[in-house]
């Protein structure tokens, strides 16, 4: 019962357009209420106590040092550079400028580690050029949206760090986790591009001299290496999570000044924003540890368990479970809101199963992002009608057909875990 009443106070409140924090707090005051604690003056302290203690965590500091880089990133104008290095890797291909898209989503994903960004940032460019070169407007703003999960599942991002801190797994296997993933739905976007592009009558652009390509590598290329230096500083142990976000963050102002594009009043908006994002993402994980003392008082975690547990005993069968509760989940809540609060529910049951912690992270990290692709209320879809300029009717009739390699790569990774930890296990050991 306390469960039901939290979440239903919780979802209510969302509908009505109260903020994520607000109406998880009021939930979880009720829960507080309906085990007792709201009786006493014991809630004045517990309420808040508990908050303190869900952000009492050493490697929640890398989260405004991973914000901070993708919005430097984004601020000192890499757009322009990555489009042209990426039109000359993949532009010569056929449905060249879709590849280009991809390609682009890969590379720029890569640098700030955000869905929304890369949306925000690349894609008013590539929707005009693939419109110029005759692709429909609603079609290249859905590409946009579809390619734009690539980044954060990928490469490191906000998410797979704070999956990490509450799956209490090694945020190294997290980083490395993710890059069987993306190289298999890079693969898929591309090979789907390439079946949808004989209906659109797009001319064939041709190879670049090799000399070109070298030039946008030479351009392009010392941004690209960001999230190299993240992955390569946490693995080798050179750096800790909060130190490779800040050498990212140093390294991002060295490029902005190089590039000449850094200035102040840029820095200030982007030091702004960060600080608004990381205040909403601590308030959320420092209430939702407030609503797990909650559920765990009341041991929701272990009633929960029971009833899967009564419905099937077979791994892959929860497994198929999960899948479409995180697609549903992916619709209404955005990606990080919801694993802060389903992360302390669903590991029991993970660990029941015996499934890897870092197989599933990937499961529920790549399975809530699709969420932002799928109509109606995926927050992507909202984003790109304002950049392009296209109805949002047009944008989801779009969009629904690149659910089919979207959930398609779902299941390759949530099948075959070797996608998923081939290679933390070779670079770290099982």
Sequence with gaps: MVAVSIFA???VLMLLGVPVVIALATGTLVGFWQIGLAASLKILYTFPLNILEGIDSPILMAIPFFILAGHLMTIIGLTDRIFLLADGIVG????????VNVVCSLLFGGVTGSALADVAGIGNLVIAQMEKHGYPRAFASALTVASSVIGPTMWPSVPLLIYAFGAQVSVERMFLSGIGPGIVLVIV?????????????????KRPPIRKLLG???????????????????ITGVATPVEAGAIACGYTLILGL???????GRLRTALGETIILFATIMMVIGVSHAMSFVLTYDQVPQRLAQSVLSLTENKYLFLFLVIIFFLVVGM??????????????????????????????????YGLLIGIVTPPI????????????????????AALPF????????????????????????????
């Design 92 to 99: 010569h291909l056929r449905a060249g400028l879709a590849q």
């Design 378 to 397: 995926g927050v992507a879809l909202f984003v790109v009608t304002k950049i392009a300029d296209v109805s949002f009717e047009e944008v989801c009739k």
């Design 332 to 365: 209404i809540l955005e990606n990080i809101p919801a694993m802060i609060i389903l992360i302390p529910i669903m590991m029991p049951l993970v660990d029941h199963f015996g499934i890897d912690r870092v197989h599933f992270g990937l499961i529920m990290v």
């Design 9 to 11: 106070i919780f979802l």
């Design 216 to 234: 946008e590598f030479s351009r392009s290329g010392w941004a690209l290496l960001a999230p190299l230096i993240i992955i390569g500083s946490v």
């Design 403 to 430: 659910l089919v390699p979207l959930i398609g790569v779902l299941f390759i990774i949530t099948y075959l875990p070797g996608v998923v930890l081939y290679l933390p296990n070779l670079l770290l050991g099982v």
């Design 189 to 205: 976007l591309m090979l789907y591009n390439r079946y949808v592009a004989v209906r659109f009558d797009v001319p064939l652009t």
């Design 258 to 264: 190089a590039y000449r594009t850094l200035s102040l």
